[in-house]
T-cell receptor
Framework: GAGVSQSPSNKVTEKGKDVELRCDPI?????LYWYRQSLGQGLEFLIY????????KSGLPSDRFSAERTGGSVSTLTIQRTQQEDSAVYLC?????????????FGSGTQLSVL | GQSLEQPSEVTAVEGAIVQINCTYQ??????LSWYQQHDGGAPTFLSY????GLEETGRFSSFLSRSDSYGYLLLQELQMKDSASYFC???????????FGPGTRLSVLP
């Protein structure tokens, strides 16, 4: 596609439910990132995929969070047993990968609201 | 680890020049990036500095001093549409993920 696509754009769920957030990166981009942004705050790194390498999961806040990337393309971020503090905008970004490629392309994000 | 500091808010008037500073602490350093984010929108890439000096792109310029662990974004001829949040970012010391600063909210007044 022309840009990074995320779905759904909005998700309202009840506390304790599981949610899945999807990210379609730009075709050909080998690097994919997930960030979380609370209202008025900065971007909190969650997880990073680069090609076939093991993902960098160092930013995942708890074991309720997991992510996978199938076929080196689409990625799904799963949050189990959601809590109210999980409410935030979840942003996905992709890039060409490699140290020479500093430009991240972001999707419009998924606004997650946990009631 | 990495940490970045930016002013939380900056206000300026249309047509003015504004500078948004960013200081960083990293174990390794690959370069400093800047992103713009309008309310409700996605961050968009503005600039990247790997070497010391000034990079100019239209009304926006970005500066880096590696020895001072400091950079800034300079916005000239401010327009109302420049009202947004601006984030600096560095790669982590393994050159993997990007760490973002807390962001600076720029308000441009008429």
């Amino acid at each position: 596609g022309a840009g990074v696509s995320q779905s759904p754009s909005n998700k309202v769920t009840e506390k304790g439910k599981d949610v899945e957030l999807r990210c379609d990166p730009i075709s050909g981009h080998t690097a994919l990132y997930w960030y979380r942004q609370s209202l008025g705050q900065g971007l909190e790194f969650l997880i990073y995929f680069q090609g076939n390498s093991a993902p960098d999961k160092s930013g995942l806040p708890s074991d309720r969070f997991s992510a996978e990337r199938t076929g080196g393309s689409v990625s799904t971020l799963t949050i189990q047993r959601t809590q109210q503090e999980d409410s935030a905008v979840y942003l996905c970004a992709s890039s060409m990968g490699g140290l020479a490629n500093e430009k991240l392309f972001f999707g419009s994000g998924t606004q997650l609201s946990v009631l | 680890g990495q940490s970045l500091e930016q002013p939380s808010e900056v206000t300026a008037v249309e047509g003015a020049i504004v500078q948004i500073n960013c200081t960083y602490q990293t174990s390794g350093f690959y370069g400093l990036s800047w992103y713009q984010q309008h309310d409700g929108g996605a961050p968009t890439f503005l600039s990247y500095n790997a070497l010391d000096g000034l990079e100019e792109t239209g009304r926006f310029s970005s500066f880096l001093s590696r020895s001072d662990s400091y950079g800034y974004l300079l916005l000239q001829e401010l327009q109302m549409k420049d009202s947004a949040s601006y984030f600096c970012a560095v790669r982590d010391n393994y050159g993997q993920n990007f760490v973002f600063g807390p962001g600076t909210r720029l308000s441009v007044l008429p």
